[in-house]
């Protein structure tokens, strides 16, 4: 799925997330590089999780500094005893909400793996038990992937040196796509059209670089800087390792920079990335072929044994003819070279341990962290992004109870209603724009936990070969979306890299007018049916919130009730919306990230300040309703009112500690602003939040009504 708006967390392109930017970037890296049995004895073993306490963020006043005067600086106020007393882990390059709970999912995924291993020469072939273990299996058998050393992926390594013209690069292009290899140039595949949701569309998005996405701004550093610099190092290190000279290494590494920093000029930029109509270009295969006249669009198609669409949809406008610019400028040679070692880097995580050590020095570069994941959590990661609904599906059997996922389904019921009361009072909107926008609500539809329809990758062969387990894993994938074209769009829901039910996030899809919120998320410090009302309702309430209004944020009010790109806005709306979406860009842009850095990207993250705005607003209105209703309910906690605890519950939750590195390109690339920045600016708009604290006129803490927004 090409579009996702609205999640937790960092996400690319046109996905948004309710989240936090750059959350496990140091772990992350070394995999974007490349990118039932036992149920009930692994069950009985989720009583020896760590308890989630003070220090995972549970809410507490432990973790609040009250030396300091709420109106002077709430975030210290609220979670300056977790900042002065908790240390972040080596391996995370930042650390806060998501990595807490990223943590305790691993330490329940460690009690499913252990047991999947145990059970993958026994399962049935092709469970997700027979799949995931094997695959786990195979990688941490060590030896034999050290033994094995470049052999894995030789054959695809030969048929780059076979590669003689440009037809030879589009047959390999092609070849990548299908073998799960890199994403070399371009692609192309089906999507769900955004004018129409009913079809699939064909797209043609820009190749992947050697960096994902969200780091992409390390191709923009001039030469010498610290991180552009690691990043060269590591390519020439890996490269030596995969047995090339040192001298061609270096040759190699600054083509690919070379190349990758051509291609990353002429991308969208991130703000506007996340407007569908930038990356909305239908068009024709020969108007495409004239923009690219050395890369042959129909040989890339016919390989992959695509048919040849009418009509494609251009996400990248300008990038085509930068790519056609470098062909003419490059040599074939150059070509195979790039191609070579983006091979390497996308199935070295599959190879033998050597390629450790030059990914040990690219994470420190660009994150500051000097440590690697243990090789149990590399393992997962890997598993997670090649079997993600399978090894999800052995997660939400152990660790996600029916009950559980019935009370946040009443929590949705009870936050949309806040919804629903509040929006006849939006006056800033015509009658007509505020009807239409009732009706977008109404529509809204949620999926919690995991999907009601697993997709079934029992055909599917994972052997103790971890190169052709993924190679089967991709090829399986391909060939579902070949029989995707032509046919009506059959919803899957869980089912893109940050929605999956073990990740911690939760996501808007502006497509289908709905929202997912995995499994993972839902459990403490996040969701605890113990825990009085305020928190629950501001944390994860407000999540829930979160999503349902970046329906209605600059990305998500450009779809309609039925999830199709279309304007059912009036002009002098769209003039009242701007002017509030400009007072949360002002607030943003003043923010100091780092001494002398201010933030400056309130227009890339305008969406997700807008969803957080809303978020909180949304839960506390609730948690208002629901005590009005509960009377017995809205009680004094250790001296704390339950609005107090709402908003105490919020900031808490966004608490976060980590390295320069990973703020500077959260700034550059995300959209979603750093946490101290979320774990108050949205609070600032909120009345209720002045009067619960005896927040007054020229206390810093202080944002004057004039400037306040209330959109949603």
Request: glycine share 8%; hydrophobic share 40%.
């Amino acid at each position: 799925m090409r579009f996702m708006v609205g999640h937790l967390s960092a996400n690319p392109r046109l996905q948004k997330t309710s989240g936090a930017s750059g959350k496990r970037a140091a772990r992350a890296a070394l995999v974007v590089l490349a990118i039932a049995c036992g149920d009930r004895a692994v069950a009985q073993n989720a009583d020896r999780l760590v308890e989630i306490g003070p220090d995972q963020m549970a809410f507490s006043i432990e973790n609040q500094d009250t030396s300091i005067a709420p109106a002077r600086d709430f975030y210290r106020y609220a979670a300056g005893g977790w900042l002065k007393r908790v240390t972040r882990p080596e391996r995370h390059g930042g650390y806060g909400f998501f990595e807490v709970v990223a943590d305790r999912v691993e330490e329940q995924m460690r009690q499913v793996l252990k047991q999947a291993a145990k059970d993958a020469k026994t399962a049935p072939e092709g469970s997700p038990a027979q799949q995931v273990g094997t695959f786990y299996n195979a990688y941490m058998n060590v030896d034999a992937r050290n033994a094995a050393d470049m052999a894995p992926i030789k054959p695809y390594l030969d048929r780059v040196e076979a590669i003689q013209d440009m037809n030879g690069l589009v047959r390999f292009m092609a070849q990548m796509v299908e073998d799960g290899g890199p994403t070399l140039f371009l692609n192309i595949g089906p999507s769900v059209d955004f004018v129409n949701n009913k079809v699939n569309a064909m797209f043609v998005d820009g190749g992947a670089l050697g960096l994902p996405d969200n780091l992409e701004d390390v191709f923009e550093e001039t030469d010498g800087g610290p991180r552009i610099t690691g990043y060269r190092t590591f390519l020439i290190e890996t490269l030596k390792i995969a047995g090339t000279p040192e001298a061609e290494a270096a040759r190699i590494a600054e083509l690919s920079i070379s190349i990758d920093r051509k291609l990353h000029a002429a991308k969208l930029t991130p703000v506007e990335a996340h407007n569908p109509s930038k990356a909305y270009n239908p068009t024709t295969l020969a108007e495409l072929q004239s923009q690219i006249p050395r890369l042959d669009l129909q040989l890339f198609l016919n390989t992959l044994k695509f048919p040849t669409p009418d009509r494609l949809i251009l996400t990248e406008p300008r990038y085509l003819p930068a790519l056609s610019s470098l062909q003419r400028e490059r040599s074939i040679q150059d070509m195979r070279d790039y191609a070579r070692l983006r091979v390497i880097l996308a199935f070295s995580p599959y190879l033998g341990t050597k390629f450790d050590a030059p990914l040990l020095g690219l994470n420190k570069a660009l994150f500051g962290v000097s440590v690697l994941p243990a090789m149990e959590e590399r393992a997962l990661e890997l598993i997670k992004a090649k079997l993600g609904q399978p090894v999800s599906k052995l997660y939400t059997d152990n660790f996600f109870p029916d009950e559980t996922r019935q009370k946040a389904a009443e929590m949705v019921g009870l936050i949309k209603g806040a919804f629903v009361e509040r929006m006849p009072g939006r006056t800033w909107l015509s009658d007509q724009t505020r009807a239409a926008a009732i009706e977008k609500l109404d529509k809204l539809s949620f999926k919690i936990g995991y999907p009601e329809k697993w997709i079934d990758y029992s055909q599917v062969e994972v052997t103790d070969d971890l190169v052709a387990s993924v190679t089967a894993i991709s090829r399986f994938i391909t060939e579902r979306q070949r029989k995707k074209i032509g046919q009506p769009v059959e919803r899957e829901y869980f089912n893109t890299p940050d929605g999956l039910p073990m990740v911690v996030n939760a996501g808007y899809n502006p497509l289908i007018n709905g929202f997912e919120v995995p499994a993972a998320i839902i459990q403490p410090p996040m969701f605890d049916p113990k825990r009085d009302p305020a928190v629950n309702f501001c944390r994860m309430g407000a999540v829930l919130g979160h999503e349902m209004t970046h329906g209605f944020d600059w990305t998500g009010k450009q779809f309609d009730k039925e999830g199709n790109l279309r304007n059912w806005w009036q002009p002098a709306d769209v003039e009242a919306f701007d002017a509030l979406a400009h007072r949360l860009v002002t607030q943003a842009n003043a923010y100091e990230v780092l001494p002398g850095l201010r933030n400056g990207s309130g227009a890339q993250q305008v969406g997700e300040n807008m969803a957080d705005l809303g978020g909180i607003t949304l839960a506390h209105a609730a948690l208002r309703t629901y005590l009005a209703k509960h009377p017995e309910e809205d009680v004094v906690h250790n001296g704390q009112t339950q609005d107090q605890r709402c908003f105490l519950a919020w900031t808490q939750i966004w608490a976060w500690k980590g390295q320069d590195e990973v703020l500077r390109s959260q700034v550059a690339r995300d959209a979603h602003p750093p946490n101290a920045y979320r774990a108050v600016a949205p609070l600032l708009h909120l009345d209720a939040f002045y009067t619960a604290f005896g927040i007054k006129p020229g206390d810093p803490m202080w944002l004057p009504p004039e400037n306040r927004v209330t959109a949603w």
